[in-house]
């Protein structure tokens, strides 16, 4: 059941125990009709036993033939119910062999499912799609539906080759009251034809939306708008839906473009103010982002989730939404010549992340962990970063001083990218951030220049972290802007502290740190040293701070 309406159940049979309409499944409950002459159920919704009745509300009437009488009975059944022609309102279930609809023919699937739902008889209905391949070379086009549906049984595959099709299926306008629900199962879309690069699924609807099992199958190998893949929208509130796909062949890649000109993977923008579970997707090869979750009002959790060699950004977060245990790996970056971050946090009240790893074997222009600064709360957590490439690690960016604080905690950074360069391993440019628990180790492959973090603006607390740096290089540099630093409880194993001669450190706390194997304080520390012994002759012994 689904908002109260039967779906795609393979077979009803009676239930064994008691007088019931029973679905097979992984579960116990049935859907039960109540018999009003015998004082019994024939028709209720239960889970666990016959005496658990969940709740259940028919949003419309049931349809059927009473054995006493001519007239449609409603719900409430004076007599029993002749089960022939017994349908709920708003599902029409179609199977499209049934009407001619043949697998492995030149029949165009689109085309039948445009010509059923413009029916005036017709406010929606659920299309089954037997086991094959099917020819689709007409778009769907509907703005206003009650539902809407296409589902493999047990799989299907729709396939494009047509170059001028833009979409396989375009539902809904955007706005609050025109589309009710959608769900797409168990399809994969087909482009793998030269010339075709027709979006998969464009959903725009108000309570409940499903993608789930479905592929996106062959590159889009050129610009066709509305330049996405997939795009998913819960246009009310109180919306919600899920989405599992997979799409690895990705799109073309034009160095000549803007990364923004390319095809875009999936796309959950504007329109959406419900809720979003994106999970157990693998995206891979789009130029124009891999997850673009940015400016809309909505929240979406994206969890379980592989993005793999997406440029401008792997995963991008906006407002209210959360990451959880999602890979995401670039290994040719440079031979394709793009530039990407892997994790992207970018107009947000506050947004999430845990549980991310991340691989970067090739170097690019971006940041591998971004933060904006127009991002007020962010919280960044249990972060693996395995980097073999002379880039940014991060970079939190912002110069407001009310920012809220960037939380950035339980961080293991591998960093064995070349050093031919002076290339830093990220930049603190933003004030109120907290990095909590780093442990940070810089290895270069060919010795040299490659330094670690620089701190450049005032309230950075980082306490707990661990560095080491086996080129002896630079660990940790304060330039001009870390004023108000708090530098509490770390481990400095091998490297160097660095000050530059222009940064103050005004009212800096620096405490309970130790620097071990001949760790070095570099550069200027003229105000540090001020405040007392304990901040001078570390360069040659053990000691702390």
């Not at 919306?239 to 799109?251: K, W």
């Not at 990451?323 to 290994?331: F, S």
């Not at 990095?435 to 940070?440: A, G």
């Not at 001949?518 to 405040?531: E, K």
Request: hydrophobic letters at 35%.
């Amino acid at each position: 059941m689904n908002r109260n309406s039967l779906l795609n159940v393979e077979t009803i049979g009676m239930a064994s125990d008691r007088p019931a309409l029973q679905t097979p499944g992984t579960g116990d409950a049935c859907i039960e009709i109540r018999d009003t002459a015998a004082d019994d159920w024939s028709v209720r919704a239960t889970e666990g036993s016959t005496n658990a009745p969940g709740a259940v509300e028919f949003n419309a009437p049931i349809r059927g033939t009473a054995s006493d009488s001519h007239a449609p009975p409603s719900l409430s059944v004076e007599g029993t119910v002749a089960a022939d022609g017994l349908s709920v309102d708003s599902w029409q279930v179609v199977d499209v062999r049934e009407r001619g609809i043949e697998p492995g023919s030149d029949d165009d699937l689109g085309a039948f499912i445009q010509t059923y739902v413009d029916r005036d008889d017709v406010s929606g209905a659920l299309f089954h799609l037997p086991e094959g391949t099917y020819a689709w070379n007409t778009p769907v086009t509907v703005r206003s539906f009650d539902t809407i549906g296409i589902v493999g049984k047990p799989r299907a595959r729709v396939h494009c080759t047509n170059p001028e099709m833009a979409y396989f299926l375009s539902l809904g306008t955007g706005t609050p009251g025109d589309a009710e629900a959608f769900v797409a199962r168990n399809v994969t879309f087909d482009v793998r034809k030269e010339n075709v690069a027709a979006a998969a699924i464009i959903a725009a609807v108000d309570n409940s939306l499903e993608i789930d099992n479905c592929t996106l199958s062959g590159e889009l190998d050129r610009v066709v708008p509305p330049f996405y893949s997939i795009a998913p929208a819960l246009v009310t509130e109180s919306g919600r839906g899920y989405v599992s796909v997979t799409m690895s062949d990705g799109s073309f890649c034009d160095p000549d473009r803007k990364e923004q000109r390319h095809p875009m993977g999936l796309a959950i923008e504007r329109d959406h103010r419900g809720y979003l579970v994106v999970e157990n997707s693998d995206i891979e090869g789009f130029i124009n982002n891999g997850i673009y979750s940015a400016g809309h009002n909505g929240k979406v959790a994206i969890r379980n989730t592989n993005v793999k060699n997406c440029g401008a950004g792997m995963l991008r977060l906006g407002d209210g939404d959360y990451a959880y245990k999602c890979k995401l790996v670039n290994d040719d970056a440079e031979d394709r010549g793009y530039s990407y971050a892997a994790l992207w946090v970018t107009d947000a009240s506050h947004a999430v992340a845990d549980s991310i790893q991340i691989v970067a074997e090739q170097a690019t222009p971006s940041e591998l962990v971004r933060v904006n600064g127009d991002v007020d709360h962010c919280t960044l957590s249990n972060v693996d970063v395995k980097s073999h490439a002379n880039q940014y690690v991060c970079a939190f960016t912002g110069d407001d001083p009310d920012l809220g604080q960037i939380i950035a905690s339980n961080w293991t950074i591998t960093d064995t990218g070349s050093a031919q360069s002076n290339a830093h391993l990220g930049r603190i440019d933003r004030p109120n951030v907290v990095l909590e628990n780093w442990d940070v180790s810089i290895d270069p492959d060919d010795g040299g220049k490659r330094h670690g973090l620089v701190v450049d603006a005032p309230w950075v607390d980082v306490r707990g972290c661990s560095f080491t740096h086996t080129g002896g290089g630079l660990d940790l540099l304060l330039d001009d802007g870390a004023d108000y630093l708090r530098l509490k409880n770390c481990d400095f194993k091998s490297g160097r502290l660095y000050q530059y001669s222009r940064a103050t450190t005004e009212d800096a706390i620096v405490a309970d740190n130790r620097f071990v194997d001949g760790v070095s304080l570099s550069g200027n520390q003229r105000n540090w040293s001020l405040r007392g012994s304990e901040f001078q002759g570390l360069g040659e012994q053990s000691g702390s701070s």
